[in-house]
Structures are given as C-alpha cells and as structure tokens.
C-alpha cells in the first residue's frame, strides 16, 4: 500500500512538471519574459517569496536581477517593475499598453472585474469617463467641494474638544470625518458621527482594509489557485466588503425610489439616470452592479486613503516636533489663529505643502500598487510580454528612489523644497500611482489633505504619550498596502500658547 502510494505521488508530481514546462514553453512560444529566480512546478518561487513579507522579497530579488524581473506566484507568472525609471517608462511612456488591471484574488469575488477600480476594455473606459465628469460636477477641484472639506473639519475640531486633552485613538476620528467628503458626493449628505450604523460601517472598512493586507492575504494572493477551493480566513475581506455593498445597494433602491431626473442629488443618481438613458444600448456598462461596485471602489476609496494618510502624519508629526513646531510658525504667519485656512494657502505655505508631501511619501500607502495587466503582446526594454501579464509596478521603490531623494528612508521635508525654501515638484512623487490608472480622486485627496492639515494644527498641538523617539512607526500590516499603525494621543489647544517668533527663512 504504502509503495502504491509512493507511486501515485511520483506520478502526480511528474504529470505536475510536464503541465507546468508545458504552460511555460507554451508562454514563451509568442513572448519573451524578463529573467528571474527559476520556479518549481506548481509552487512557483515558493522558496524565494516570504508570503508574508511579499514586498520585502521582491525588493531583496532587485538587488540581484535588477529593475525589471519576473516571479511566479503559483504558476502565474508576474512581471516587477522598480525605480522610478521602469516605472514610468511602463505607466507613463507605454500607457496603454500597461494600462490592464488584474484583480488580486482576495478581491477577485467581491468585484469580478466589475465598478471602475477593477474594470477592463470598455467597461472600464465608459465607468471612467463617467466618474471623473461626475466628481467634477460635484465640485472635486472647485470652491464648492472646499467649502464641505472646511466645513467637515469643524466638526471634526469639534470632536477633538471634547477630548478634553485626555489619550485617545485617532482612527475613527479621522476616518469618519474624511468619509463623509465621500459621503456628501456619492450619497448626497453627510452622516452625524454617532450614527451607529455609519459607526458599523467604518469599522468595516477599516477592518477590510487590514485584512487585505495580513499575512494570510498575503499567501492567498499568491496561491490562490490552490487555496481557492478550501475555506480560510481570506473569506474574511468578501464578508466584510459584502456588508459594505449591502449597505450600499439599500442606498441605491432607496434613490431609485425617490429619484427626479432633472435634479440629480448625488452620484448615484447621475449613475441611474445614466442607466436610463443606456437601457437599450446592449454595449453599455451603466448597470446594477457596476453602479454598487464603482459606488463601493469611490466611497472606501475616499475613505481609507485620506484617513490613513492622516493617521500617519499625525504619527510623523509626533515623533518629529521641530517639525510640527516649524508647521505652527508658518501657518501663524500666512493664516493667523482666527480665520479658517483655505486651499489658496497652499501656495504661501511652502513648507507646510513640503510635510505633506514628505508624509505622503513616507506613508507609503500602496507600496505594491494594485497589480496592472498588459493589454496587448508588448515590447518593453528588449522582452516581449505576452498580453495579459500581471504587472507589480512596486510604488514604494519610486518613493524611495535614491537617485531623486535624498536618504529616502529618513523623513525629510527638505526633499520638496530647493534652496530658497520654495516647493519643488518631484517627478517620483507617485503615491496615487501614475498612467491611465492613476487616482480618480488625486485632486479631491491632496485638497483634503491640506485643509484637514492646517486646520487642526492652526488650533491645536499634537502630543504623543511617549517620548518622540520611542514612537514606532511601523505599519500595522504590510502587503498591497501599508496598514497605519495604532497608537494614542492627545490634543493640547493652542490658543493658550505663546504665539512664536516670526518663521526664519534661509
């Protein structure tokens, strides 16, 4: 029995290898892929790719085959790109041809290649199209869509005073606030912060958006062809994000119901307005699910972006207070202590721009990118990649690019201002990726930022419970993404400070 068993195990691994050779010769019949480490059957470069540390192994694979490799995880094979030169050369020179989105396994339930983030071909182009008009009728870019952010930040200094000075965790602070920017354009209103089943719904995205990026997501990531048939905790994120588009499907019904067609509220009525007018086009895309994905795809978005970025200057800020200390002189020079800042200072505050750029980069939110997918066969610096490759354009060697920042693992404002003190642009400053795939919602972000920013430092000092030098800021989780990391605070008023000398400039 037990050689009957032997053999039968030989048998599988051997028709194993020859499936696996066979897909490989077959790949490499009409494309030539970059080099990499060499990968078992099956398996892939199982002995090279921490599953947990995904991005770690792949930069430790570019110090030995360089900015452009290939890896299989399982038996797909997936191209990387690192640094800021194959970066853009792909996203930027080459397009459209990189301009394919492959959907990570986790997710690959929950979306199906449907709403905007997920979307190919045609469907993605019309969702697109669709998204950024309406956004821009919303007033993303305009006065109307500052004058919510000015507004939502009010309350969320409201929420701050009630801390009364004492600890407390931030996430849920900023997260609802920052949400209901989203909020007022997708659903048309803003929520009050004790609403409970706003509450419920923030921890959901909070939740799902660590999921995604634990461990275990990590593993399921890369062999889910084998993990895809056996339960596990990968289920967790479709459960999460399932509750999430329930929540939004009631919206959806709820404005079909009370919908007039000459005064659309929010984007999800432009969207069935839209549906209505597409209804007998059998190309179009405006449908049921596309609305409840894309809706879904906006509003976590909008949502989980903005805030961790926040979370994690917050952190920053901390642990650097000669920074923060610099912020406060500046905007007591250009702003005051009495008027609200508007998106106009950005222009006079060019070290407090700086910060916010410098949190972004360090931050380093996406560091993998969602993965990208050649839309055709593609030439690209002398290998052919065959269409429908998987591309890991890895965002975080851009960020960290030595040859366009300088010690790019320190935290530095200085790496966005020259000589005189002014702002300085960065061509490598790509945390909302870059290409025909770059973030629907740069513009409504970075305005967000900004106004957030100034906002709550024009009225307050923010103070760690732990010396600066043991504040840790380590990512929570790291895979597609760098969950912030938890921790406590307080926040002490600034009105009952001496004001500061005026700000030196060099």
């Not at 061509?427 to 709550?456: N, Q």
């Amino acid at each position: 029995m037990e050689l009957a068993s032997a053999v039968t195990l030989l048998l599988a691994v051997y028709l194993s290898c020859l499936v696996f050779i066979s897909a490989r010769r077959k790949k490499s019949s009409h494309g030539r892929l970059p080099p990499g480490p060499t990968p078992l059957p099956l398996v892939g470069n199982f002995l090279q790719i921490t599953a947990s540390e995904t991005c770690k192994s792949l930069l430790k694979l570019r110090e030995k085959y360089g900015p452009v490799f290939t890896v299989y995880f399982g038996t797909r094979p997936v191209v990387v790109l690192c640094g800021h030169d194959a970066v853009k050369e792909a996203l930027v020179d080459k397009a459209e041809e990189f301009s394919g989105r492959k959907t990570m396994p986790t997710l690959e339930r929950t979306f199906q290649e449907y709403g905007v983030v997920f979307a190919n071909g045609e469907r993605w182009k019309q969702l697109r199209r669709f998204c950024l008009a309406i956004l821009r009728n919303f007033g993303m870019g305009k006065k109307s869509i500052e004058q919510r952010i000015q507004e939502e930040a009010q309350f969320l200094l409201e929420e701050f005073r009630k801390t009364d000075e004492k600890p407390f965790e931030p996430t849920y602070f900023l997260s609802r606030a920052v949400s209901n920017i989203i909020c007022s354009i997708v659903f048309g209103d803003r929520f009050d912060y004790q609403d409970e089943e706003f509450q419920a719904m923030m921890e959901m995205m909070n939740n799902s958006f660590r999921e995604m990026n634990t461990a275990w997501a990590q593993f399921y990531d890369i062999y889910a062809s084998f993990l895809k048939y056996f339960p596990g905790p990968h289920t967790k994120v479709y459960d999460l994000l399932e509750d999430v588009r329930r929540f939004i499907a009631k919206r959806v019904e709820k404005n079909r119901k009370t919908l007039d067609p000459n005064s659309p509220r929010d984007f999800i009525d432009c969207f069935l307005i839209q549906m209505e007018k597409e209804k007998n086009n059998p190309s179009s895309e405006f449908n049921v699910k596309n609305l409840e994905l894309t809706t879904l795809n906006l509003f976590f978005a909008g949502t989980e972006t903005v805030s961790s970025t926040l979370r994690y200057g917050f952190l920053l800020l901390m642990k650097y207070p000669q920074v923060q200390a610099k912020m406060h002189e500046e905007m007591d020079q250009v702003i005051g202590r009495d008027r609200a800042p508007n998106i106009e200072d950005r222009n006079q505050m060019p070290y407090v721009d700086a910060v916010i750029h410098e949190v972004q980069r360090v931050s380093d939110l996406s560091p993998i990118n969602i993965p990208h997918m050649v839309t055709c066969d593609t030439q690209f610096r002398g290998y052919l990649i065959p269409k429908g490759t998987e591309i890991y354009p890895l965002l975080t060697t851009v960020l960290n690019d030595p040859t366009k920042f300088k010690n790019p693992g320190s935290f530095n404002p200085e790496n966005f201002l020259d000589e005189n003190g002014c702002f300085k642009k960065s061509d490598a400053f790509v945390p909302f990726s870059s290409g025909k795939r770059i973030c629907l919602g740069e513009a409504l972000a970075r305005m967000e930022l900004f106004l957030f920013f100034t906002t709550v430092l024009q009225s307050y000092r923010l103070q760690p419970l732990v010396p600066p030098a043991d504040i840790d800021t380590t990512p929570l989780e790291s895979g597609i993404g760098n969950v912030a990391p938890m921790y406590q605070m307080s926040m002490i008023p600034r009105r009952a400070e001496v004001k500061p000398r005026p700000l030196f400039h060099k």
